[in-house]
């Protein structure tokens, strides 16, 4: 039906029925699809081929009228009222002002982002295994909000809490301390816990706080995008190590003029692997000789199920070095920008003179204080359980299948396995590529790997190990039929390519 083809793509990223329905119909609307004086479905069309309330379709109408994209017609008539050519030529936009050196980086930062996503728009008909934001395993909106009114009745107006040292046994930072002693083996006191909005404004503000423009700062690759973006934001260098050359790291080390390393060692984003404990014990003797500091990132470790369990970096830290990040919006939802770190008592004040300059003075956001009362009712930790049930029952069964299908062209390590499988190509990078265009031509895909792998020429060391071809399939948000599907898709695709 006109102009509603693309709903259910933005429905799959996380967005609600009309936010869905609104967006879909304006970037129709702004990139010329829909045109002026086209019309509209009805709503009570849109409502019965999307199978939504009419008032839904009533809201996202009325959205796009008050921004001048729609006009009602008498006769219950929608009309598209904007064209492309109402956008004000080029050059008549007014300029960007002068930027300060950080404005212009994180502009061109999220220029390049926008390059290297991966943006491919994929048909109806084509089953998308990649890993997904919301994976299903997440806390239902039903129970939050429950957790959200309870917060809501418990409230009391406080003196606002000028200073962390002061929160109580009902804090989050306190709920913070009891779960990393019980399931972490970190031993923090509540008043080195800084609550942030998620995990990588954690790692922003300690970058800001420790690193000068030029200097270097060793992160991971592959790893997460988002960690070189900061570096760089705020002038610094990244410099790179291969976590899949086990040789390289010890050589890095010895030559680095890096005072700060970034990494993920309980379970490496994308390839779930665990740093072993020699590689611990050197990055620990590396910080301590070079008067270096380590961030620890443990954002995605809840959910392994490796046979691997090490004590946490900051666990067998004992001269203050590393710093420890966590987060909740992988376990309870994407949605819920809710992360943590843990630092030594010295760093304590520049990190609060930070937090002071974007927030003088902070009150404690209900989200805060409902997340507080969850964790110290012991439903946190039910819910992490009940998560990991589901993962272990379903990663062996995924994996299996998955070997059924592409074993003889792809491989992975089960014990790395938690919310997305990630496999190497065991071929050329062309015969990869081809394959990709067959598994395509046969209504599945996923995504490439290569977009986590980051090559600079002002490394230090190159990669002594050159990057395999590697795809990343999530397996959280698939129920079983679904992944049996796309398995035999990418086993129609393998046998066309054995025919090659």
């Not at 004000?88 to 950080?102: C, H, T, V, Y």
């Not at 570096?231 to 390289?248: A, C, F, L, R, T």
């Not at 611990?280 to 301590?288: D, K």
């Not at 065991?426 to 995504?447: R, T």
Request: contains cysteine.
């Amino acid at each position: 039906m006109n102009g509603l083809s693309g709903y259910h793509t933005w429905l799959a990223q996380g967005f609600g029925k009309e936010e869905s329905l609104y967006r879909c119909l304006k970037e129709q609307i702004l990139d010329g699809r829909l045109k002026q004086g086209d019309v509209l479905p009805s709503t009570r069309e849109a409502a019965r081929a999307l199978q939504l309330s009419r008032g839904t379709v009533i809201t996202a109408y009325d959205r796009l009228r008050a921004e001048g994209l729609a006009l009602a017609q008498q006769g219950g008539y929608t009309l598209v009222a904007y064209t492309t050519e109402d956008r004000a030529p080029k050059e008549q936009q007014a300029p960007l002002p002068r930027l300060s050196g950080f404005g212009a980086r994180v502009l061109a930062l999220k220029r390049n982002e926008g390059i290297s996503r991966d943006l491919i728009k994929h048909e109806n008909n084509i089953l998308d295994l990649s890993p997904q934001e919301c994976t299903g395993l997440e806390l239902s909106r039903e129970t939050w909000q429950r957790w959200m009114r309870e917060a809501v009745r418990e409230f009391a107006w406080q003196k606002k809490r000028m200073n962390p040292l002061e929160a109580d046994e009902s804090s989050l930072e306190a709920a913070i301390e009891l779960h990393l002693m019980r399931h972490r083996g970190v031993e923090a006191h509540r008043s080195n816990i800084r609550v942030t909005r998620g995990s990588q404004e954690a790692i922003m503000l300690l970058v800001q706080a420790l690193i000068n423009p030029g200097e270097r700062v060793l992160i991971e690759t592959p790893g997460y995008a988002g960690i070189r973006y900061i570096v760089e934001s705020v002038g610094g260098i990244p410099e790179y190590y291969n976590v899949q050359d086990s040789n390289q790291l010890e050589d890095i080390l010895s030559v680095t003029t890096a005072k700060l390393m970034i990494l993920t060692p309980n379970r490496q984003f994308p390839t779930g692997a665990t740093m072993e404990w020699q590689q611990r014990s050197q990055v620990l003797r590396w910080a301590q000789e070079q008067d270096a500091l380590i961030i620890e990132d443990d954002f995605d470790s809840d959910f392994g199920l490796g046979s691997k369990r090490y004590e946490l970096l900051q666990s067998m830290d004992h001269s203050e070095r590393v710093l420890y990040v966590g987060s909740f919006s992988r376990t309870i939802h994407p949605t819920l920008r809710l992360g943590y770190m843990v630092i030594p008592s010295r760093l304590v004040p520049i990190i609060d003179a930070i937090r002071g300059v974007y927030h003088r003075y902070e009150a404690i956001p209900m989200e805060e204080r409902a997340l507080a009362l969850f964790m110290r009712s012991g439903a946190y930790e039910r819910h992490l359980r009940r998560t990991r049930r589901i993962i272990s029952q379903r990663a062996p069964l995924y994996s299996d299948r998955l070997s059924q299908a592409i074993g003889s062209l792809m491989e992975w390590k089960p014990d790395h396995i938690a919310l997305h499988i990630y496999a190497e190509w065991k071929g050329s990078p062309s015969s990869y590529a081809a394959f990709k265009q067959l598994a395509l031509s046969h209504g599945v895909s996923w995504k490439d790997g290569c977009i986590y792998e980051h090559l600079s020429c002002d490394h230090k060391l190159e990669p002594t190990m050159p990057f395999r071809p590697s795809a990343l399939f999530g397996l959280a948000h698939m129920n079983q039929a679904e992944w049996e599907l796309g398995c035999q898709r990418l086993r129609l695709a393998a046998q066309s390519m054995s025919s090659f």
